[in-house]
């Protein structure tokens, strides 16, 4: 196979728009309230929640955690996201931004990696939950590492879902209502399989997403799961470049 | 050429922002383009600096095609659109940096514009402050600085002294001949003064094309009409329609004389010459002969607000009839 080392630049030049805005976009979650709103918040409410029911149980799994969060995941992702084009659109940075030499991917990528990572460093506090449940009892390691892989995976899609949401409009409450209501039918298509029509239900509850997420979280990964996380990701995200150029119609 | 555009055209929904356009901008040139709010200025902006592309039309800078080269034009362009956005929970040195980096500088050469940037715009004390927390002309400065940061060979700036004070308005348009000393540079405005101030050239546009190309001085002239002399003069009679106005209504190259009345025995007189005469020194001459006192007595030229007015007013008028 031959390598153009022309290529090289182009390669590095592109990895290098990607990481200003991501740094960029990160920067900004910790310099306003957002990034540590999202990080107590994540943790009260999980910690709340699922301590108040693990002692009834009386064993020693974060399976009630991991149930949890992808609830808690479908006000907080919105809530990350919302800002992250609706903002630039109504503060009209938006036309700085795509004046740059930069292609329109790129600032979609950026912008889309520095909220998931917000999600993953919001997930860190929560192995405190993980430390108090290996002193307390013998726990399986597997669906442990699944579930927090699942749910990595599962917010990426969700951050996706949010980003394609805030490039419909410039108003941040919009984006907020659409995004929650776009991931919340994610959410629900593998519960509602009674009302769906016998020969449609394999393919509805192959496009819920709590479907591959339980699949992970139980600690088997199975590759028709990467592949549903990975095409609905990226499916998602090339429709927010679309978006994004639609000012050129 | 910096700058070539060729029938540009665009169409929001059915409505023409834009109607087949066509102008040089030459290099090194600051470029005066004026017009009523809605005339096409910033549509033809946001063109040029490829945010949005033209329903039909060419675009050429630095004599690379907007359509095929945007790469190339992007990084050529340094460009301030309308409203100054900025991201105003960034500090000075943050923003400076993101816009470099994303023009791809890096390192020493970042660094270096960086500083000469902050320098020559003046907001070097003021660097580590909040965006947010500045005020217009600083932001100003920095919407500036942002546009200038990867020395771009073109300069568009969309109204960049509305919302300022005047004080303000001076201090950035110093800032922009300075800088456009060096550039070429495309600016917009719906304020004649402006122009005046700031700029070689100017393009009048109205409802989407241009009405008016030329210096200053070329559309003064171009459009200047006829002169009007305004007179008061002292003279011992009460019948000046026939005393007087037949001697004035007698020199060459006066087009009409119009009588104002009069005050005890000032009368007022309004005389229009022909373009390009003077009349007031036959007027004088007259005067002194007949023994009339002159008490006042002025002309006045058709004024660049006139010219503007005329322009982006009677042919909205003739187009639309």
């Known amino acids: 196979m031959k390598f153009s080392t022309k290529e090289i630049p182009k390669v590095l030049g592109t990895l290098s728009n990607v990481g200003t805005i991501f740094k960029k976009e990160l920067r900004s979650y910790f310099n306003s309230a957002v990034a540590y709103v999202v990080i107590v918040v994540f943790l009260a409410i ?160 192959y496009l819920g997403i709590d479907f591959h997420f339980s699949n992970i979280a139980r600690g088997v990964i199975d590759s028709r799961d990467v592949v549903y996380f990975g095409s609905v990701l990226g499916f998602t995200l090339y429709l927010s470049v679309v978006s994004l150029e639609k000012r050129k119609w | 050429m910096a700058i070539a555009v060729r029938n540009l055209t665009k169409l929001y929904g059915s409505e023409k922002a834009v109607d087949a356009i066509t102008f040089d901008v030459k290099t090194g040139e600051i470029l005066g383009f004026l017009g009523p709010n809605g005339a096409g200025k910033t549509t033809t902006m946001k063109i040029i600096t490829c945010y949005m592309p033209p329903t039909s039309g060419m675009v050429e800078v630095e004599g690379l095609d907007i359509a095929e080269h945007s790469f190339e034009v992007r990084k050529k362009i340094g460009y301030l659109p309308e409203m100054n956005p900025l991201y105003l929970d960034m500090n000075v040195v943050e923003y400076l940096e993101y816009s ?123 459009f200047r009409g006829s002169e009007r002399i305004s007179l008061e003069l002292k003279a011992n009679t009460t019948n000046a329609m026939t005393v007087i106005y037949p001697k004035f209504k007698d020199i060459r190259h006066v087009e009409s004389v119009e009588y104002g009345g009069q005050e005890g025995e000032v009368h007022k007189f309004s005389i229009l010459a022909e373009k390009g005469f003077d009349v007031r020194e036959e007027i004088f001459r007259r005067a002194v002969s007949e023994g009339w006192v002159l008490m006042e007595m002025s002309r006045k030229a058709t004024s660049l607000e006139e010219v503007f007015h005329k322009l982006t007013t009677a042919e909205t008028i003739i187009t639309k009839q």
Not at chain 1, 180 to 188: E, I, N, Q, W, Y
């Open chain 1, 46 to 205: 999980v910690g709340w929640m699922y301590t108040s029911s693990m002692f009834l149980i009386n064993v020693a799994s974060l399976r009630m955690m991991f149930e949890l969060i992808p609830l808690v995941f479908l006000f907080v992702v919105p809530a990350i996201t919302m800002r992250l084009l609706a903002e630039e659109k109504k503060a009209g940075t938006i036309e700085l931004l795509t004046t740059k030499p930069l292609h329109d991917w790129e600032i979609v990528a950026g912008k889309f990696l520095a909220a998931w990572a917000l999600i993953g460093i919001a997930l860190i506090p929560t192995l405190i939950y993980y430390v108090t449940v290996v002193f307390l009892g013998d726990i399986d390691n597997g669906p442990v590492i699944g579930g927090y892989l699942g749910l990595l995976f599962m917010a990426g899609v969700y951050v996706a879902i949010g980003l394609l949401a805030s490039s419909f409009t410039e108003n941040q409450i919009v984006a907020f209502i659409v995004g929650l209501l776009l991931m919340f039918v994610f959410f629900m298509m593998d519960k509602v399989l009674i009302f769906v029509p016998d020969f449609m239900t394999s393919i509805v509850e």
């Open chain 2, 100 to 222: 470099a980096r994303l023009h791809g500088l890096k390192d020493a050469l970042l660094r270096s514009r960086l500083k000469e940037m902050m320098d020559v715009c003046g907001i070097a004390d003021v660097r580590h402050k909040d965006i947010g927390e500045l005020s217009k002309g600083f932001r100003q400065r920095v919407g500036l600085a942002q546009a200038m940061i990867h020395d771009p060979e073109v300069l568009i700036l969309d109204e960049p002294t509305s919302g300022l004070d005047p004080n303000q308005i001076v201090e950035i348009r110093n800032l922009i001949r300075q800088l456009g000393r060096a550039k070429t540079v495309v600016l917009s405005t719906h304020i004649l003064s402006e122009v005046q101030a700031t700029c070689d050239r100017v393009i009048i546009i109205n409802e989407g094309t241009i009405v008016a190309d030329g210096t200053l001085e070329q559309l003064q002239q171009d």
